[in-house]
């Protein structure tokens, strides 16, 4: 089984930053791309930021120069410093994990998904 749990959220003012931080943990063989997605009021999830284990980065266009996204894989964990923040940046922000996760079996492939925390910015 395999948890994914955020955290960092909360309220700040136009210009401020974030940083939030996501675990993944349970028995992992190995996590391979770490991604973080948000979703607007009234609007679909969108991709922000992809991370792959070698370092390799990628940003959607509305975020870059102000987002950075970094993991630590010893820790299984990946981060999303949020720069320069703005009102359009308001948004549920999840965490995406796929990897191989152990079972009593053998081994098996996950994709999992964290429940999400709050980004507010006022202006």
């Known amino acids: 089984q395999v948890h994914v749990v955020e955290s960092g959220g909360g309220m700040v003012q136009a210009g401020g930053s974030l940083r939030l931080s996501c675990v993944v943990s349970g028995t992992i063989f190995s996590v391979n791309a770490m991604a973080w997605y948000r979703q607007a009021p009234g609007k679909q999830r969108e991709l922000v930021a992809t991370i792959t284990p070698g370092g390799t980065t990628n940003y959607t266009g509305s975020v870059k120069g102000r987002f950075t996204i970094s993991r630590d894989n010893a820790k299984s964990t990946v981060y999303l410093q949020m720069n320069s923040l703005k009102p359009d940046d308001t948004a549920v922000y999840y965490c995406?994990?796929?990897?191989?996760?152990?079972?009593?079996?053998?081994?098996?492939?996950?994709?999992?998904w964290g429940q999400g925390t709050q980004v507010t910015v006022s202006s």
């Open positions: 995406n994990a796929d990897g191989v996760v152990l079972t009593p079996t053998g081994i098996s492939d996950f994709g999992s």
